[in-house]
């Protein structure tokens, strides 16, 4: 069995990369390492310049590994349609499950070692590259590096398998609510008991013998998890009336596809949660930026300005979410155009994704101490950041915000779209720490922010026709 695992694994990393360069051409796919490298390399450089230290560098990098690695973790949350449809032609060998000797389970389990894998050498390591930088002044040794990746491996790892673990647990009938509480209780223990260094050195660790222990404690937690993990969990069925005509009724939806994108993403495995998932992940992550932040610059940002802001990321994964179950070519079939159908998903994403970020920075209000004019401008950034960041996926990805990741192209165009509002919006939140944000300031962020949201709207209206005829055309 294990040698019939073996080349299963090895049929989907080739499935993987030949999907890809079949995609965007091998040219444009093998040169997104190269990228990761040069980008990881300009960040460094430029951080090396502000003075900032080589092991603060190096933690920001396992910060940013921890948190891809928990938005992989999420691949569970679909469940059985992870093995049956939600991942369509993009992982062929997953729909065999009914045909191959392997169960479900050892299927998603090559699938998620396999997933682990590939970021590793296509991500994680064109990021240690971009440290090179530190190597060529002497701040950092070249043995260094192979620690680093390692270390950058395990931080990608542990978020990967915390994530699952407690899908793995939901599909055992463990609530929601109650893996919630574990938690929350156990990061807010963390934070009051001010341990998070602690933990964070205890779990990513720089030391290469440390971080093989852990990389070998977390593998046999995610052996665990896959173990009890069902893969075609489902929740109880019930009987329900009729709910399309009342939903697109009361949302005023004439043809009915918002209602139908809101229906499928309440039906799907993980259902609504998928959202609030992705949303208490980047807060979470936010949380941990501050400490380090605090660490590297020697100053604490301003939490309503920091937090709109990253929470604002979501707006990415909220889309990815939103467009997981169905494609144009589906829509193609029936009396409607494509823009009308684009229109849909950034209705529903007004109804999903700013709620649920809203949600999250009520939270952030609650838990720091956030001035009145802190609180408005950093609503006011989440708000427009999010329309923003919804346009440029839009425009740039399409029905398939997954796959453009790939692309070398798109994916330097995104990274720059992202980058030019946020950088310097997170340096104001820094710039403004000392004391309260002056009336300038924040008048000229909010303004900002409105900018941007018009932006984002344009971006988003102009997507419709323009990939109608992409995929007329195509």
């Not at 013998?209 to 109880?236: F, M, N, S």
Request: charged fraction near 10%; proline fraction near 5%.
């Amino acid at each position: 069995m294990a040698s019939t695992t073996w080349l299963v694994l090895r049929a989907m990393a080739r499935e993987e990369h030949r999907l890809h360069a079949a995609l965007f051409g091998g040219q444009r796919f093998g040169a997104l390492p190269v990228f990761v490298a040069v980008a990881s390399a300009a960040t460094v450089g430029a951080l090396q310049f502000t003075g900032t230290d080589a092991a603060a560098i190096a933690d920001g990098a396992r910060v940013l590994a921890l948190a891809f690695g928990l938005y992989t973790g999420t691949a569970g949350l679909v469940g059985d349609d992870l093995l049956e449809r939600a991942l369509g032609e993009t992982e062929v060998l997953l729909s065999t499950a009914g045909y191959l000797p392997l169960s479900r389970r050892r299927l998603l389990g090559a699938f998620l070692v396999k997933d682990a894998a590939y970021y590793a050498v296509l991500f994680l390591l064109p990021i240690c590259a971009g440290f090179a930088p530190l190597v060529a002044t002497g701040a950092l040794a070249p043995a260094a590096l192979g620690s680093l990746w390692v270390s950058l491996l395990v931080a990608f790892v542990v978020g990967m398998v915390a994530t699952f673990a407690a899908i793995a647990a939901r599909t055992r009938g463990v609530p929601s609510w109650a893996l919630g509480v574990v938690v929350a209780g156990g990061a807010g223990a963390v934070w009051a008991t001010g341990n998070a260094a602690a933990a964070w050195n205890a779990v990513v660790a720089t030391g290469f013998l440390h971080a093989l222990a852990v990389l070998a404690a977390a593998l046999a937690a995610g052996a665990a998890a896959l173990a009890v993990y069902v893969p075609t969990h489902r929740d109880p069925a019930e009987t329900r009336p009729n709910q399309f005509g009342p939903l697109a009724d009361a949302i005023g939806d004439e043809n009915g596809l918002v209602a139908r994108t809101l229906l499928d993403l309440a039906r799907s495995s993980g259902g609504l949660l998928k959202p609030v998932v992705s949303a208490a992940i980047l807060l979470a992550l936010a949380a941990f930026l501050v400490d380090v932040a605090a660490r590297i610059v020697g100053v604490t940002p301003k939490p309503g300005v920091f937090f709109g802001t990253v929470l604002a990321l979501s707006a990415f994964t909220t889309y990815n979410w939103l467009t997981q179950f169905d494609s144009v070519e589906e829509y193609l079939l029936l009396p409607v155009s494509v823009p009308a159908v684009f229109r849909a998903k950034r209705t529903a994403f007004l109804l999903t994704g700013l709620p649920t970020s809203v949600a999250a920075y009520a939270v952030v209000l609650a838990v720091y101490d956030v001035s009145l004019v802190d609180a408005a401008v950093g609503l006011a950034l989440l708000g427009g950041l999010s329309v923003y960041l919804f346009g440029v996926t839009v425009a740039l990805a399409g029905f398939d915000p997954n796959e453009f990741l790939f692309d070398v192209r798109r994916f330097a165009l995104f990274t720059a779209g992202v980058a030019v509002p946020l950088v310097p919006v997170l340096l104001a939140a820094f710039a403004t720490a000392s004391g309260p944000i002056p009336a300038a300031y924040a008048g000229a962020l909010v303004a900002a922010s409105a900018a941007l949201a018009a932006v984002g709207v344009g971006l988003s209206r102009r997507a419709g026709p323009r990939w109608a005829a992409v995929y007329a055309a195509g």
